[in-house]
């Protein structure tokens, strides 16, 4: 299966996006899903991540209360959704298949999206 990030852009602190994650070559039905993030200079973290039935989401401490994860199963796609965003989200964006729930990925990072966020 390969994913691909897209969405991402330049918003000021405060504002909003929506990044999205489409999957080919294959179903993410019955898969649990997650987003990561990358910024520069920084090790690669977990920020959200979601379950194959979309019962049971997951968040990192940091965008708690302002990011939400969501999917559509019927179009192989997951999606983020970022409020509020603050200078320090600022990174690349990546969502990956997990591994182990809630936060665990090994997979092919692909290019992920740029998400900036001016202060």
């Known amino acids: 299966v390969q994913l691909q990030a897209s969405g991402g852009g330049l918003v000021q602190a405060g504002g909003s996006l929506t990044l999205s994650c489409a999957a080919s070559g294959g179903t993410i039905r019955y898969r649990n899903m997650g987003w990561f993030r990358q910024a520069p200079g920084k090790e690669r973290e977990f920020v959200a991540s979601?379950?194959?039935?979309?019962?049971?989401?997951y968040f990192a401490d940091s965008v708690k209360g302002r990011f939400t994860v969501s999917r559509d199963n019927t179009k192989n796609a997951v999606y983020l959704g970022m409020d509020k965003l603050k200078p320090e989200d600022t990174a690349v964006y990546y969502c990956?298949?997990?591994?182990?729930?809630?936060?665990?990925?090994?997979?092919?990072w692909g290019q992920g999206t740029q998400v900036t966020v001016s202060s």
């Open positions: 990956l298949i997990l591994d182990t729930w809630p936060d665990r990925a090994s997979g092919y």
């Open positions: 979601i379950t194959w039935s979309g019962d049971s989401t």
